[in-house]
Structure formats: structure tokens, C-alpha cells
């Protein structure tokens, strides 16, 4: 079973920065980030293919950078210029191409950490 495992959530006020990294514990094509906002259902914020084309939501678009370090099997989330409406359970997905019947041949998520951004 494949783990991933996200830390660098916390409390920050607005303005401020975090970095989220979530190691994968093998290779995975498709690594990233969503987020769950209490009561609102859980959006994409973030992914980057092994090769590194990346996309964001508009949402986060210019405040936060994805990378990842294929070396480590290892996934970032650099988040700057926190607002409050970014406060969320941010979690970290790993999945493999998409298959007929869209369906990815693996689909992988970590248990989340929390991000509050508050004064």
C-alpha cells in the first residue's frame, strides 16, 4: 500500500507563508494537492506530473508554487500571502494515467493537515 504522509500545516496569520511536503513512499506520475474547507467540498489546488507540467486553481494562481523532487518521491506545496479563505485541510494526492472509464490506474491520498489563517 502506498503512503503519503503531508506535514508543514499549522496556524498563520494573513500575509503569511507555509510549506507543505508530502513524501510518497514510490514513484507516483501525478502528485498534488487539494484542499476541504468545512462545509464546502474538496477542490483541486495543485498538481505536477513526474515530468512537471503543473496546473493551479485560479484560486491560489501566484500565491503558491508546486514542485516536486522525483529523487525523493517528494511533493511541495510553497503557500504565500495566506488569506483566511485559505484556511482548510489540505491533503496530498498521487495518482497514476488516467484508464478507460476514467479511472486512474491508482488514485492516493494522504490523512490531511490542518492550514488555519487567522490574526
Not at 494573513?14 to 514513484?27: D, E, F, H, I, Y
Not at 489546488?45 to 501566484?62: E, F
Not at 506545496?77 to 490506474?105: H, W
Given at each position: 500500500q502506498v503512503q503519503l504522509v503531508e506535514s508543514?500545516?499549522?496556524?498563520?496569520?494573513?500575509?503569511?507563508?507555509l510549506r507543505l511536503s508530502c513524501p510518497a513512499?514510490?514513484?507516483?506520475f501525478v502528485m498534488g494537492w487539494y484542499r476541504q474547507a468545512p462545509g464546502?467540498?474538496?477542490?483541486?489546488i495543485a498538481t505536477m506530473s513526474r515530468g512537471g507540467d503543473s496546473n493551479y486553481a485560479?484560486?491560489?494562481?501566484?500565491?503558491?508554487?508546486?514542485?516536486?523532487?522525483?529523487?525523493?518521491?517528494?511533493?511541495?506545496l510553497q503557500m504565500n500571502s495566506l488569506k483566511p479563505e485559505d484556511?482548510?485541510?489540505y491533503y496530498c494526492n498521487g495518482r497514476g494515467r488516467?484508464?478507460?472509464g476514467g479511472q486512474y490506474e491508482y488514485d492516493y491520498w494522504g490523512l490531511g493537515t490542518q492550514v488555519t489563517v487567522s490574526s
Amino acid at each position: 500500500q502506498v503512503q503519503l504522509v503531508e506535514s508543514g500545516g499549522g496556524l498563520v496569520q494573513p500575509g503569511g507563508s507555509l510549506r507543505l511536503s508530502c513524501p510518497a513512499s514510490t514513484s507516483i506520475f501525478v502528485m498534488g494537492w487539494y484542499r476541504q474547507a468545512p462545509g464546502q467540498q474538496r477542490e483541486r489546488i495543485a498538481t505536477m506530473s513526474r515530468g512537471g507540467d503543473s496546473n493551479y486553481a485560479d484560486s491560489v494562481k501566484g500565491r503558491f508554487t508546486i514542485s516536486r523532487d522525483n529523487a525523493k518521491n517528494t511533493v511541495y506545496l510553497q503557500m504565500n500571502s495566506l488569506k483566511p479563505e485559505d484556511t482548510a485541510v489540505y491533503y496530498c494526492n498521487g495518482r497514476g494515467r488516467m484508464i478507460s472509464g476514467g479511472q486512474y490506474e491508482y488514485d492516493y491520498w494522504g490523512l490531511g493537515t490542518q492550514v488555519t489563517v487567522s490574526s
